[in-house]
């Protein structure tokens, strides 16, 4: 079974409930713990670790994430393939866009190149845009089924806009979107919502400003000072305010 196919089964718990704070967070992440250390081997690799809402649903990804920087962007590798960072790729923030759900593209920020469930430091199924921080301490970079990555400047600007696909996958804020208040009407619980403001691209549980997973109305304030907001399986979003 391939990689990608693994990685489609069913996703991460963390993307799939709102984020816990205090004690529950504790208790919820010990449990959780428990249950990756009795899991099964290579092929529950991607199953237990990959987002679930990055490419699940049988909808196309939606629009693009907006702003002009892609006018601007070069190819910094392809979307297919295993890099080590420092020598194929170098550290720093990428982008990957248009992405579709049957191309099923997945990507791994990995601490070793053992192929092992343990070496994962973070990964995610995608459909529109992510953006990804790859540290000088990670060795592997992998990616499938991806559009290609650009390369992503520390002051990257753009025409932020105020309505966002709902399907889009993740935007900067400043640059891709306007901070502000959205609102996204009619979500069912099939469809399965769900938003997170981000504080970076490092995609790890302390990235995690807020998120939710959204029935019916669903309104965010996202704040100047989020680097990103993430959103699958939405209805589109519009500022109010």
């Not at 208790?27 to 237990?48: E, L, M, P, T």
């Not at 990055?54 to 295993?82: H, L, M, P, V």
């Not at 973070?122 to 845009?129: C, E, H, L, W």
Request: include cysteine.
């Amino acid at each position: 079974m391939s990689q990608r196919d693994r990685s489609n089964k069913q996703g991460n718990w963390f993307a799939r409930h709102k984020l816990l704070t205090g004690v529950g967070a504790v208790i919820a992440i010990a449990a959780i713990g428990g249950v990756a250390a009795s899991g099964g081997g290579g092929d529950d690799k991607k199953n237990n670790s990959a987002s679930q809402h990055g490419g699940q649903s049988g909808k196309d990804g939606g629009k693009d994430s907006g702003g002009k920087q892609e006018e601007a962007a070069k190819k910094a590798f392809d979307g297919d393939g295993t890099f080590q960072v420092g020598s194929d790729i170098k550290p720093g923030t990428y982008r990957t866009s248009g992405n579709g759900v049957m191309d099923g593209c997945y990507w791994e920020r990995s601490k070793d190149a053992s192929g092992d469930p343990d070496s994962i430091i973070a990964n995610d199924n995608v459909t529109g845009s992510s953006y990804v921080t790859v540290k000088a301490g990670d060795k592997v970079f992998t990616t499938n089924g991806c559009k290609d990555w650009e390369e992503v400047p520390a002051k990257a600007t753009g025409t932020p806009k105020t309505e966002m696909s709902g399907k889009g996958g993740m935007y900067r804020v400043g640059v891709d979107i306007a901070p502000g208040t959205y609102k996204s009407t009619g979500n069912t619980e099939d469809a399965g919502c769900y938003w997170e403001r981000a504080k970076d691209a490092l995609h790890g549980i302390d990235s995690i400003a807020a998120n939710d997973n959204a029935t019916g109305n669903a309104v965010v304030t996202i704040a100047p000072t989020d680097a990103y907001f993430k959103t699958n399986d939405c209805t589109d979003w519009k500022k109010t305010s």
